[in-house]
Each structure stands twice: as C-alpha cells, then as structure tokens.
C-alpha cells in the first residue's frame, strides 16, 4: 500500500517541505529549512522509482499512482522553487518545472499554473544565461521556445521579459552573423590569392 510504505513517507516528507515553504521567508534561510532541502533531494529518486513502477503497471492502485505522481511533481516544484530563491533559474531548475508541468495527473491547478509561469521565467533566464557564455545558437533554442506565439509559454512571461527576450534574440542572430563573417574572412586571410582574384602560377620547377 502507498499509505504505509517508503513511498508515503517520501510523500509525507515532501508534503511538509511544501508546508515550511510557504511559511518559510526566503531572505530567512536557517537549519530547519536546510534540512527541508535536504529532505526534497533525498525524496525525488524514490518518488520517481514510484511513478515508474506505475507507468509500468506494478502499481496497480490508480489511486495509489495520482499520489505518487503528485508527490513527485510537488517534490520537484519545491527543488525548482528552491534554486529560483538562490537566483538559480537557469537551466536545471527549467528541467525540474518541465518535469513538474508534465506529470499528469501531478500538480493541482493553481500550482501548476504557478509552475508553467516559474518555467516561462526558467527558459527566459536559461537563453539569458546561454547569451552571456556566448552560446548563441542554445540561446536562441530557449528564447525562440519562450517567444513562439504558439506554445504555452508565452502567454505565462510578462511584457517586460517579453521585450527583453526579444532584444536578447536579435543579440543573438547579429552575434551568430557576425561569428560567420569573421569565419568567412579568416578562411579568405588564410588564402590571399583569392582575395585579390588572382591566380598563383604554379612554380616550374617545383622546389
């Protein structure tokens, strides 16, 4: 049974971490709530050895697999919401939120529509932090995924980082142009005849 096993106890755990989340401040950090990080960490590997065995079909409890999915995605929601706190929003916490948004059933409509805002501002912050390492083509993966008119994350990420993420894409497109004109020029560098349209004669004899 899922009510008296390890699974109920992770469940248990991850219910209480939620609990002291939101009761918790985050400019307040202490040893409770470090310990209730803890707890999260330890919980997802067991909790999503549950929902395998579910999709498995060893668990043949349906009522008994809502909770372990639902345990798993609050688990996962909390990490995520751990990271975002410690200005962590890149790209595991984005991982995490899509983890968390994909587990149906998982979260409850209200924390899901929180975790599908928190994952618009993970892949916004992911292409962000792509653009400063100088990744331009992930960058723009993420900022493309954040902007695209017909997904579902747009609508979950404010105008401001709508207008951000815009600028931050055209960043990208003129830095990749750039990257292939320097390209282009070095390949021409490296072949003077060519520059000047001359052919080099070969030399007879050969040295």
């Known amino acids: 049974m899922f009510g008296r096993g390890p699974y109920a106890r992770q469940c248990r755990d991850t219910r209480r971490a939620e609990a002291d989340r939101s009761r ?8 409770d709530e470090a310990d209730r990080k803890a ?14 065995a579910a999709s498995s079909g060893e668990m043949q409890d349906r009522d008994n697999v809502k909770k372990a999915q639902h345990c798993l995605a609050l688990a996962l929601f909390c990490a995520a919401c751990d990271r975002m706190r410690a200005k962590k929003a ?36 992911a292409g962000k932090e792509k653009l400063q390492k100088r990744e331009f083509g992930a960058a723009m993966e993420h900022l493309d995924a954040v902007l695209d008119p017909e997904g579902e994350l747009v609508r979950w990420l404010d105008v401001a980082k709508q207008q951000k993420a815009k600028r ?10 750039v990257q292939e004109l320097r390209t282009v020029q070095e390949w021409i560098d490296a072949r003077p005849n ?5 052919r080099r004669r070969p030399r007879w004899p050969p040295s």
């Open 24 to 31: 918790q401040p985050a400019r307040q950090p202490s040893a």
């Open 39 to 52: 707890e999260v960490q330890e919980a997802l590997p067991g909790l999503r050895a549950a929902v395998a």
């Open 90 to 125: 890149g790209g595991p916490t984005r991982e995490l939120l899509q983890e968390a948004v994909a587990l149906a059933p998982g979260l409850h409509k209200e924390r899901r529509e929180e975790a599908r805002r928190y994952l618009a501002y993970a892949t916004y912050a």
């Open 168 to 177: 931050y894409l055209a960043d990208c497109e003129a830095s990749l142009g």
């Open 194 to 198: 060519l520059a000047t349209g001359r």
